[in-house]
């Protein structure tokens, strides 16, 4: 149809440069898709849109007013995840439907979108909190093992920090696992000086196969392990490795800047006993292991500001700045105006209400925009238990990691303290304690 003033004109060919408005092929589609005549040949798909380095931080649950609503807001849902390009929408283990997006003025414009023009429904909202990442600091303290459930399997990883910018390099598709082997070989050793057994032995990125920033590496020695029986498991050990990448054991929020590499390796001789049921829960358990030996950390959205405001207001924007854990970078005059241009970087968690609360200081003369920037490690070590957290009070830096993992556990429906021994089998929790006892005598001498 062809939009004149308040009416549709219908056609039957419209030539390129024009909006056309297509009716009943939603319910196929995703977020793009290539339409065709079904008698073209040859017809090939439009490269899919991407928006490298766009990530979706902040969290919103939403559920029906009226329980028996709940599938209109699904629908609703999957309206709003098909008209936005960044916002996503999942279901959580605990149930609730979140919806995820780059910032509040989206996440705002979506709601409205789901209650008046999708749903129809009435929708209550939860407060909005930001994403986490799960990460690691140093290299695992023991290499982890793991056993299937059969026995007859055995997987030996070690975890430690990616290199630096590498991340970003695969999120921003500078790399791909697509291309051959030298290439791929080449690019590692220019670019992050690997050695040349290292790059040529990538197995997979996770969690996603594509743009995923974690690295599994295969680091065995053909003399020490049956590589011929290790390939016929890769495609379960990369398995248990993406689905260990995308719920991480501190809070089951995907990892972040972390290596893999498997160091040794046992595998069943027969088919039978090393199928995908015994091999990527044991894949998964091991990757669990490692990490959480690496002293795993939580990594937390942080925003790019930038604020325009005249001179006699930016002593106020410093404090509001200040008090949202924020700091600036740069401050320089705006040429030919009396305005200042303040830039600097806000965390997520603590962004809400920025504007509001930066317009309110400074009677409404400065103006803000944010955009997402990088992920930083919050400080503090989440898994400290000798840390005490007062209700009602602000955590001091220290034990920021662990409030906010604490918090993000009880909203999930998870117990607050991490399962160890859920992760480690008992051979593995047996060595921890030999390990630990053998550091013990060794401070104590």
Same mark, same amino acid.
């Given at each position: 149809?062809?939009?004149?003033?308040?009416?549709?004109?219908?056609?039957?060919?419209?030539?390129?440069?024009?909006? !056309?408005?297509?009716?009943?092929?939603?319910?196929?589609?995703?977020? +793009?898709?290539?339409?065709?005549?079904? &008698?073209?040949?040859?017809?090939?798909?439009? #490269?899919?849109?991407?928006?490298?380095?766009?990530?979706?931080?902040?969290?919103?649950? !939403?559920?029906?007013?009226?329980?028996?609503?709940?599938?209109?807001?699904?629908?609703?849902?999957?309206?709003?995840? #098909?008209?936005?390009?960044?916002?996503?929408?999942?279901?959580?283990?605990?149930?609730?439907?979140?919806?995820?997006?780059?910032?509040?003025?989206?996440?705002?414009?979506?709601?409205?979108?789901?209650?008046?023009?999708?749903?129809?429904?009435?929708? &209550? *909202?939860?407060?909005?909190?930001?994403?986490?990442?799960?990460?690691?600091?140093?290299?695992?303290?023991?290499?982890?093992?793991?056993?299937?459930?059969?026995?007859?399997?055995?997987?030996?990883?070690?975890?430690?920090?990616?290199?630096?910018?590498?991340?970003?390099?695969?999120?921003?598709?500078?790399?791909?696992?697509?291309?051959?082997?030298? +290439?791929?070989?080449?690019?590692?050793?220019? &670019?992050?000086?690997?050695?040349?057994?290292?790059?040529?032995?990538?197995?997979?990125?996770?969690?996603?196969?594509?743009?995923?920033?974690? *690295?599994?590496?295969?680091?065995?020695?053909?003399?020490?392990?049956?590589?011929?029986?290790?390939?016929?498991?890769?495609?379960?050990?990369?398995?248990?490795?993406?689905?260990?990448?995308?719920?991480?054991?501190?809070?089951?929020?995907?990892?972040?800047?972390?290596?893999?590499?498997?160091?040794?390796?046992?595998?069943?001789?027969?088919?039978?006993?090393?199928?995908?049921?015994? $091999?990527?829960?044991?894949?998964?358990?091991?990757?669990?292991?490692?990490?959480?030996?690496?002293?795993?950390?939580? @990594?937390?959205?942080?925003?790019?500001?930038?604020?325009?405001?005249?001179?006699?207001?930016?002593?106020?924007?410093?404090?509001?700045?200040?008090?949202?854990?924020?700091?600036?970078?740069?401050?320089?005059?705006?040429?030919?105006?009396?305005?200042?241009?303040?830039?600097?970087?806000?965390? $997520?968690?603590?962004?809400?209400?920025?504007?509001?609360?930066?317009?309110?200081? +400074?009677?409404?003369?400065?103006?803000?925009?944010? *955009?997402?920037?990088?992920?930083?490690?919050?400080?503090?070590?989440?898994?400290?238990?000798?840390?005490?957290?007062?209700?009602?009070?602000?955590?001091?830096?220290?034990? @920021?990691?662990?409030?906010? @993992?604490?918090?993000?556990?009880?909203? &999930? /429906?998870?117990?607050?303290?991490?399962?160890? /021994?859920?992760?480690?089998?008992?051979? @593995?929790?047996?060595?921890?304690?030999?390990?630990?006892?053998?550091?013990?005598?060794?401070?104590?001498?």
């Amino acid at each position: 149809a062809v939009a004149q003033a308040r009416y549709r004109v219908d056609v039957t060919h419209v030539p390129a440069g024009n909006w !056309v408005l297509l009716e009943g092929v939603d319910a196929s589609i995703g977020k +793009t898709a290539t339409i065709v005549d079904r &008698k073209l040949e040859g017809a090939c798909v439009f #490269k899919p849109l991407s928006y490298h380095g766009a990530t979706a931080p902040i969290k919103l649950a !939403v559920e029906p007013l009226n329980p028996s609503e709940l599938p209109k807001m699904l629908h609703g849902l999957r309206c709003v995840s #098909k008209s936005y390009p960044l916002v996503t929408t999942h279901v959580e283990e605990s149930g609730e439907h979140v919806l995820c997006g780059a910032g509040e003025l989206a996440l705002d414009c979506a709601m409205h979108d789901l209650r008046e023009m999708y749903g129809g429904v009435e929708v &209550k *909202v939860a407060d909005p909190v930001a994403a986490f990442r799960e990460t690691v600091t140093e290299t695992s303290s023991l290499k982890c093992f793991a056993e299937s459930a059969n026995k007859a399997n055995k997987l030996t990883v070690i975890a430690e920090p990616l290199d630096r910018g590498l991340a970003g390099d695969i999120e921003a598709g500078e790399v791909s696992l697509d291309w051959d082997r030298r +290439t791929l070989s080449d690019f590692f050793q220019s &670019k992050y000086d690997w050695d040349a057994l290292a790059a040529r032995s990538v197995w997979a990125f996770g969690p996603d196969a594509a743009t995923g920033p974690n *690295v599994l590496l295969d680091d065995t020695l053909a003399g020490e392990v049956d590589k011929r029986a290790l390939r016929t498991v890769r495609d379960s050990i990369v398995q248990g490795f993406q689905w260990g990448c995308r719920e991480g054991p501190l809070c089951d929020e995907p990892l972040r800047d972390t290596k893999f590499r498997i160091m040794d390796a046992t595998i069943a001789g027969e088919p039978l006993l090393r199928g995908g049921g015994q $091999v990527i829960p044991m894949a998964r358990r091991v990757v669990y292991s490692a990490f959480l030996l690496a002293g795993p950390r939580l @990594m937390e959205p942080v925003n790019f500001v930038e604020i325009q405001a005249p001179a006699d207001a930016i002593e106020a924007v410093y404090s509001v700045l200040q008090r949202r854990r924020g700091h600036v970078v740069r401050e320089a005059p705006k040429a030919g105006s009396p305005f200042y241009t303040i830039e600097g970087y806000v965390p $997520v968690m603590d962004s809400f209400g920025f504007e509001t609360d930066l317009r309110v200081h +400074t009677q409404g003369l400065a103006f803000a925009v944010q *955009v997402f920037d990088h992920w930083a490690v919050v400080p503090g070590d989440p898994l400290d238990k000798d840390i005490e957290l007062r209700p009602l009070e602000p955590s001091p830096p220290p034990a @920021m990691a662990r409030d906010f @993992m604490i918090k993000t556990r009880r909203r &999930k /429906g998870l117990s607050e303290e991490v399962s160890i /021994g859920k992760f480690f089998d008992e051979e @593995m929790l047996a060595e921890l304690a030999a390990a630990e006892a053998e550091l013990e005598a060794e401070l104590a001498a």
